[in-house]
């Protein structure tokens, strides 16, 4: 999993625990690669400010996944629906498989 | 699910954002069913601190579940586990799906 797609399942799961504005900054910087200078402007706030922002919510995501070690379950979780994937067939397990991983 | 079940999970999954005492406190009540006065006395506080501690900590349990969902998710993923563990028969497909029950 690379860094961009690692930091928006790390979004998606903490969002609840971020400000509005951490939630936006990390949303245009990681999921719509959004500029931290074309951040500052469409927020109106100083690049320095979006940077600070960035930096803290990353923090918080961060501290809370290493206490949580929500990312690592979800990888080896998709690691493992993979696998099953593989050696199922028929539609309904299929299906069955499909809502799982959407729900990891 | 029945209110111990639930809370043995949601024990498990935030354990890390309880303090030693909290934690300890939630796991002699609902694992080891023992009664408040019993953990007042291994512990050496009053009864009422045990009940005050045993309330902090399902207060915190339950402010970071009601943002994270992750009871809700577990409870929806192990549905469909079920579900899909009634569908396959060899071997490698049910030692993959016991794993991720395991994982989830």
């Given at each position: 999993?690379e860094?961009?797609?690692?930091?928006s399942y790390l979004?998606?799961?903490?969002?609840s625990?971020?400000?509005d504005?951490?939630?936006?900054v990390?949303?245009?910087?990681?999921?719509?690669?959004?500029s931290?200078?074309?951040?500052?402007?469409?927020l109106?706030i100083?690049?320095?400010?979006v940077?600070d922002t960035?930096?803290?919510?990353?923090k918080?995501i961060s501290?809370?996944?290493?206490?949580l070690n929500?990312?690592e379950?979800?990888?080896?979780n998709?690691e493992?629906?993979?696998?099953?994937e593989?050696l199922?067939e028929?539609?309904?397990?299929?299906?069955?498989?499909k809502e799982i991983?959407?729900n990891?």
């Amino acid at each position: 999993m690379e860094k961009y797609f690692k930091m928006s399942y790390l979004i998606d799961i903490y969002s609840s625990l971020l400000t509005d504005k951490q939630l936006k900054v990390l949303e245009y910087y990681y999921n719509d690669d959004i500029s931290l200078s074309e951040i500052a402007s469409m927020l109106n706030i100083s690049r320095q400010g979006v940077y600070d922002t960035l930096k803290r919510a990353e923090k918080i995501i961060s501290e809370y996944d290493d206490k949580l070690n929500l990312l690592e379950k979800y990888e080896r979780n998709i690691e493992l629906i993979d696998k099953l994937e593989g050696l199922c067939e028929d539609k309904e397990s299929l299906s069955l498989i499909k809502e799982i991983r959407e729900n990891l």
